[in-house]
């Protein structure tokens, strides 16, 4: 029997994938295109995993993950992650980065400072740029030094990045929200 199934949900930005397993979440990915190129990215990522219908613990996460796309804060922070061959640092900068609540952001040296690494804002990146757990592991709301956006590998690059921002209603810090203005 296969330890990680995969399932794809109808999320207000487009279908996502999720893959579970017994120790928890094994990957979350933000809409592709279509949800065809979803699907078959989730299964590159989780060759041995078959699709499958969520079960119920699954399901309101992805109720949760849905929730948190259409505006409602949730921190999401006490879904399972299996992290499971996640480098060590990696860990340490996705249980960071869990800690910034819906709606704020932190730049990625501050995100190494809170580490204990300054001077590791790149590393902060590049282990962002891995984040298997995208939303759950919020890395869209670490940004660049001055709120400038960084990178972002989900598909759509910053845009995506800038979206999920704004259904947060993002704020930088302690400034008001990037996004009232437009309101």
Wanted: hydrophobic share 40%.
């Amino acid at each position: 029997m296969p330890t990680v199934a995969v399932a794809l949900f109808d999320t207000p930005i487009g279908a996502c994938g999720l893959a579970w397993g017994p120790a928890g979440i094994t990957g979350l990915l933000l809409p592709a295109a279509t949800p065809q190129r979803t699907l078959a990215s989730l299964r590159r990522r989780h060759p041995e995993a078959i699709e499958g219908a969520p079960p119920p613990g699954v399901q309101q996460a992805i109720g949760r993950i849905v929730a948190l796309l259409n505006g409602k804060p949730d921190d999401l922070i006490d879904l399972q992650l299996d992290m499971a061959g996640v480098p060590g640092f990696h860990r340490r900068v996705y249980e960071a980065a869990r800690r910034i609540g819906p709606g704020h952001t932190r730049t990625y040296g501050e995100l190494a400072d809170a580490l204990g690494e300054p001077g590791a804002a790149r590393a902060v990146g590049q282990a962002l740029g891995a984040n298997p757990f995208a939303v759950i592991v919020p890395c869209h709301r670490v940004l660049a030094s001055g709120g400038r956006g960084g990178g972002f590998s989900a598909p759509g690059g910053v845009d995506t990045k800038l979206r999920l921002l704004e259904i947060e209603r993002a704020r930088i810090g302690s400034q008001p929200s990037l996004f009232d203005a437009a309101s």
